[in-house]
Antibody
C-alpha cells in the first residue's frame, strides 16, 4: 500500500518561498504508471490543483500559479518537492501531495488522471 | 478553464434517505473524465468515483455516479451515518484540472 507524507515548515513569512516535500513509501516513485502532484485547499474552501511531475522530471503546472511554482523530484530518496515563491497570505492553505495515474489518449498523448492516493496534508500559514 | 458548479451547496438529509448531488461543467468534459471525492473534517479527500461512474473498491455500492458531457450526478441510495461529509467533483479532461466548490451533506 503506497503512502504519501508531506513535510516542511508550517509558517512562512510573506515574500519568502514555501518549500514542501512529499515522501512516498510502499512503492517506487520511478514508475511509468503515475504522475506525482500537489494540490492545496484554502481554509474552509475548495481544492486547487497546483501541478504534477513525472519521475523523469517533466512538469505540468496550473497556469494560475505557473510563474511562482517549481516541482522537482528526487528518485534516490523517493521524494518530490514543491517550491512556491513570493508567497502572500493568500497562499495560506493545507497542501496535499497526491498520486495520479497516467492515461493515454490517441489525440493528446499522455496526461493526468484522477488523484487516487493522497497524503494527509500539511497546513502552511503565511504570516510575519 | 472548465468551471465546475456543484449544487446544492448544503444538503440536509436523514440516515436512510437518498442523496442526489449535482456537478455541472461550464463546457463538456472530454471522455467523461469526471471524478468524485469524499472529504471528512481534518482528513484528505478520498477518491470515490472516476470516469463519471466507476466506483473505487473502498466504497460500497450504495454510491453511484452518472452523467456525461456537462451534467454529472453522485447518488447515495440510502444514507449511512458515515456518509455525512463534503463531496467534491473534479474534471481531468483538460488542463488545468479543476474542482467544484463542494457539497456539504449534513445530518438533518
Amino acid at each position: 500500500q503506497v503512502q504519501l507524507q508531506e513535510s516542511g515548515p508550517g509558517l512562512v513569512k510573506p515574500s519568502q518561498t514555501l518549500s514542501l516535500t512529499c515522501t512516498v513509501s510502499g512503492g517506487s516513485i520511478s514508475t511509468s504508471n503515475y504522475y506525482w502532484s500537489w494540490i492545496r485547499q484554502h481554509p474552509g474552501k475548495g481544492l486547487e490543483w497546483i501541478g504534477y511531475i513525472y519521475y523523469v522530471g517533466s512538469t505540468y503546472y496550473n497556469p494560475s500559479l505557473k510563474s511562482r511554482v517549481t516541482i522537482s523530484v528526487d528518485t534516490s530518496k523517493n521524494q518530490f518537492s514543491l517550491k512556491l515563491s513570493s508567497v502572500t497570505a493568500a497562499d495560506t492553505a493545507v497542501y496535499y501531495c497526491a498520486r495520479v495515474p497516467r492515461k493515454y489518449d490517441l489525440l493528446t498523448g499522455y496526461s493526468a488522471n484522477y488523484f487516487d492516493n493522497w497524503g494527509q496534508g500539511t497546513l502552511v500559514t503565511v504570516s510575519s | 478553464e472548465i468551471v465546475l458548479t456543484q449544487s446544492p451547496g448544503t444538503l440536509s438529509l436523514s440516515p436512510g434517505e437518498r442523496a442526489t448531488l449535482s456537478c455541472r461543467a461550464s463546457q463538456s468534459v472530454s471522455s467523461n473524465y469526471l471524478a468524485w471525492y469524499q472529504q471528512k473534517p481534518g482528513q484528505a479527500p478520498r477518491l470515490l468515483i472516476y470516469g463519471a461512474s466507476s466506483r473505487t473498491p473502498d466504497f460500497p455500492d450504495r454510491f453511484s455516479g452518472s452523467g456525461s458531457g456537462t451534467d454529472f450526478t453522485l447518488t447515495i441510495s440510502r444514507l449511512e451515518p458515515e456518509d455525512f461529509a463534503v463531496y467534491y467533483c473534479q474534471q481531468y479532461g483538460s488542463s488545468p484540472y479543476t474542482f467544484g466548490q463542494g457539497t456539504t451533506l449534513e445530518i438533518k
